[in-house]
């Protein structure tokens, strides 16, 4: 986004030196003070805001029987109520013309057992963003969402080691600038909703509609996760 001009504000729990056209603002998605505040400091510091990217997230796998609250309140507070508090906060200085992007993942349509919180989070902001993009249309304000399935960053070294799903290796996780591609594409070509592959997007959707397929589907998806993960970890081991 840097390289097509755009002036970036990142908001972080951490302070930042600001670098070429890149402002960091601290904020800690689960504090609603801290969002507002936030906020208001975006709005201070300009006048417009063109392009608000929710990619902010957390997954913690934990079975439902033994769920601890606090992790049940970050992964609502990060995944759900905060794109929600922030694009409440920011939407009054978003111009005509203007994108909302939300980086979701296929847990949005695909339900993970295990991560049943983050499923349901995310499942949540897809709703969210699926109601605000009918709300803007007359503001032509544009709404897209991104699912992605499994992207090599921090969160998923952190939730494997956490009992994360098998599910994440059907195909090689890919690489976070892959992510960061579908963001332009959604503000340059006004793109709804971008699924890894036309085959993800029309497997999940199937399998959103028939609990049959869904159910009928998961042993081998399970085969193909696990032959995919053994995969991904000789690479990690054969890699310089
Ligand atoms: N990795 C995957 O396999 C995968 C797959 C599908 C979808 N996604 C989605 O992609 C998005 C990005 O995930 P990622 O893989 O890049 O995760 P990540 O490597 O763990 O990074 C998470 C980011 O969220 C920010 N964050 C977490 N808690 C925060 C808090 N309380 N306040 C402020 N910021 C907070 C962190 O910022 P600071 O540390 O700077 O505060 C960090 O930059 C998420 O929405 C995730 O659900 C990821």
Same mark, same amino acid.
């Given at each position: 986004m840097r390289a097509r001009g755009y002036a970036i504000i990142i908001l972080s729990r951490q302070a930042r030196p600001d670098s070429s056209g890149i402002t960091t603002v601290v904020c800690d998605l689960t504090n609603n003070e801290s969002i507002k505040q936030a906020a208001a400091t975006i709005a201070a510091r300009t006048a417009k805001v063109d392009v608000l990217v929710h990619c902010a997230g957390v997954i913690t796998p934990q079975p439902v029987g033994r769920l601890d609250s606090a992790t049940i309140a970050s992964q609502i507070a990060v995944d759900l109520t905060a794109p929600i508090e922030l694009t409440n906060a920011l939407l009054p200085i978003m111009p005509r013309g203007g994108h909302i992007v939300f980086v979701n993942s296929m847990a949005a349509a695909f339900p993970l057992a295990g991560s049943s919180v983050y499923t349901a989070a995310k499942f949540g902001l897809r709703g969210f963003a699926r109601a605000l993009e009918q709300e803007l249309r007359p503001r032509r304000i544009q709404v897209s969402s991104i699912y992605p399935? $499994?992207? %090599?960053t921090p969160m998923l070294s952190q939730e494997m080691a956490a &009992? &994360? $799903?098998?599910? %994440?290796?059907i195909d090689p996780p890919q690489e976070p600038d892959v992510t960061a591609q579908r963001i332009l594409e959604c503000c340059e070509r006004g793109s709804r909703e971008i699924f890894s592959s036309v085959f993800d997007k029309l497997f999940t959707h199937a399998c959103l509609t028939s609990m049959r397929l869904l159910n009928l589907s998961l042993p081998i998806m399970k085969l193909l996760g696990r032959r995919g993960h053994r995969r991904y970890l000789r690479g990690l081991t054969t890699r310089p």
């Open positions: 399935a $499994s992207v %090599n &009992g &994360g $799903s098998i599910y %994440n290796f």
